[in-house]
């Protein structure tokens, strides 16, 4: 379905901002799996997404997605495949648009796009009535800016716009992190109904250990641009949010270690 | 005021009615910018150069006996032209949004003058869309002179106002209406949200290429229109065109006070009238005509600090893009 193959990438190399934030990252995911994806900061999880996505080009590896190798497609040209959710709920949709427009918008995702009234009767009315289901009493404010709408309620409706033609891929980046609890929560539940409604292959980066623990078919840990545990299976069904903190704290006593050893031998030998 | 004489007041109503046919021709070039500026956030000074690509275009054709309907025509093609070079320098090769704009304006100061052949190329003899004009007023008025509101208009003035019009209102419905389909909300969405709607499989870089071709194609129409109803076109007639229009898109922004697509296309067309209109009166009451482009910058200037200093011109706008300078 989605196969990654020794994907590296490193921003401003050869200057002192250098970041190496993708060093060989191998994944194959299968079709109709739920990955989630874990790790520290600056540890390439959201690198991984938007490489994926196709933001930037990479410098070695490639990626093929339904058998089709898209390595080297723009990001616009993926997006007929791929559904992407952002971490800011600012991203995802267009302002000073209505919520209509931006519906609408999302409906031709990848589709040609000609001269044809973006908004006919009938498509609004298929809009009003997925928005509806949606429980928000957004159905009311269809011909309102999208800009004037909460964070949570944008959110919400950024991903029914990323899923309203079925994607190859979904990809949410952290699309909670920016809510207050309550709403965070509506979202999970919401991303979690669209999900198995659709069997949607997805890769969602998370920073909490609890959406990793209950939510998805597997679970992918980043550390330092690569790979550090790959939890699938019984072993997934198994994890608690706790596993998975304690898992953290490991890495970052390895780091420490890492830091006080060459501490220890600068002392001893320089 | 009152005291004026018949003469005088003749004069006046010439001159209003001079006033409004340029500020609608004028409308055009303010729509253009309102599609690259607002639309896009692109603060594009290639209209300078492209409002005379147009007319320097027309005039070559109608000096050359073509029709003056193909003339115009094909003053829009050439704007595309040079819109599309400005999109495309910015796009592929990464260069600066004003950058861009002032190498194709700077590159059309020389082709106008290779188009024309010289600096000021005269359209007196010509058959231009002016001659079309002057017979829809003879019928109108039957005769040389109209009445218009109990006043005596030229019947080319009357008939030029006329056409002028119904041009600006079919142009403002074709952009409304555009504006509307996939491919002119995809437009709106790149320049409201880029990383939306390239997520939503749209080439941004495509969509900025292509408004910047139509916001200087109509630009230069402008230009066709104008050097047909003054009767020349001009090398130096471009200079300060943006600022003008962006003066238009501003005014018009105030008169409606809403952000809707209609209303602001309406807005602009009201702002250049309006603002050609202030310029005729300012001018008729002594306004040196040296001093035109510097009260204009001044205006401009005003409109896009006054804001920042904290008086409100306009509602908030909605979150989640940073507010523009209008």
């Known amino acids: 379905m989605l196969h990654l193959r020794n994907l590296t990438k490193t921003f401003f190399p050869a200057t002192p901002n250098e970041v190496r934030a993708l060093q060989g990252v191998t994944l194959d995911i299968d079709e109709g799996s739920f990955v989630i994806v874990i790790g520290t900061n600056g540890s390439g999880k959201s690198t991984l997404l938007n490489a994926a996505a196709g933001t930037f080009p990479l410098d070695h590896g490639t990626i093929t997605l339904s058998g089709r190798d898209v390595t080297k497609w723009p990001e616009h040209r993926r997006a007929a495949m791929i559904g992407r959710v952002f971490q800011n709920p600012f991203s995802g949709t267009a302002p000073n648009m209505t919520v209509a427009e931006n519906l609408a918008l999302a409906a031709r995702r990848g589709q040609p796009r000609g001269l044809g009234a973006l908004l006919p009767a009938k498509l609004h009315a298929e809009l009003r009535d997925r928005v509806a289901t949606l429980n928000m009493q957004l159905e009311t404010r269809m011909n309102n800016p999208i800009g004037t709408l909460s964070g949570g309620q944008r959110q919400a409706l950024t991903l029914l716009m990323a899923t309203w033609r079925r994607p190859d891929l979904l990809l949410l980046d952290e699309h909670t992190a920016a809510l207050d609890p309550k709403s965070a929560d509506q979202i999970v539940r919401l991303t979690q109904r669209i999900v198995s409604e659709h069997h949607l292959t997805t890769l969602m980066v998370t920073h909490s250990m609890q959406q990793a623990a209950t939510l998805g078919t597997r679970i992918v840990m980043m550390n330092q641009g690569r790979v550090s545990a790959d939890i699938a299976g019984a072993d997934r069904r198994r994890i608690r949010a706790e596993d998975l903190v304690r898992r953290f704290e490991e890495i970052r006593r390895d780091e420490q270690l890492d830091v006080s050893a060459a501490e220890m031998l600068r002392e001893m030998y320089v | 005021m009152l005291d004026l004489s018949d003469r ?319």
């Open chain 2, 8 to 326: 005088e007041w003749r004069c006046i109503v010439t001159l209003l009615v001079s006033a409004w046919t340029i500020g609608l021709i004028l409308s055009l070039l303010a729509l253009g910018v309102y599609i690259s500026y607002r639309v896009f956030a692109f603060p594009d000074i290639t209209a300078d150069g492209s409002i005379t690509f147009g007319a320097a275009v027309a005039a070559a054709m109608l000096t050359r006996g073509m029709n003056p309907f193909a003339a115009s025509g094909a003053a829009f093609l050439a704007g595309c032209l040079a819109g599309a070079c400005t999109g495309v320098l910015h796009t592929r090769f990464r260069i600066n949004q004003l950058l861009s704009g002032i190498l194709v304006m700077t590159a059309l100061y020389s082709i106008n003058l290779h188009v024309m052949g010289q600096s000021n190329l005269p359209l007196l003899s010509a058959r231009t869309l002016t001659t079309y004009a002057e017979r829809i007023g003879r019928q109108v008025s039957g005769g040389d002179t109209a009445m218009l509101l109990g006043w005596p208009v030229g019947a080319r003035e009357l008939g030029s106002l006329l056409l002028i019009a119904a041009v600006v209102l079919l142009v403002a419905i074709a952009a409304y209406l555009f504006f509307r389909t996939n491919l002119g909300s995809a437009m709106r969405a790149s320049g409201d949200n880029a990383q939306m709607i390239r997520a939503l499989g749209v080439s941004v870089e495509n969509m900025i290429i292509l408004g910047l071709a139509i916001s200087n194609g109509l630009i230069a129409f402008a230009g066709a229109l104008l050097a047909q109803y003054q009767g020349f076109a001009d090398v130096q007639m471009g200079i300060g065109m943006v600022v003008w229009g962006l003066a238009s898109v501003i005014i018009g922004r105030a008169l409606v006070g809403s952000d809707s697509l209609g209303s602001a296309l309406t807005g602009t067309i009201m702002g250049s009238v309006l603002f050609r209109l202030i310029i005729a009166v300012a001018l008729r009451w002594g306004l040196n005509p040296n001093d035109l482009k510097l009260v204009t910058a001044i205006f401009v200037f005003g409109a896009l600090v006054l804001p920042a200093l904290g008086v409100r011109t306009s509602r908030p706008r909605p979150s989640g893009r940073p507010a523009r300078m209008v």
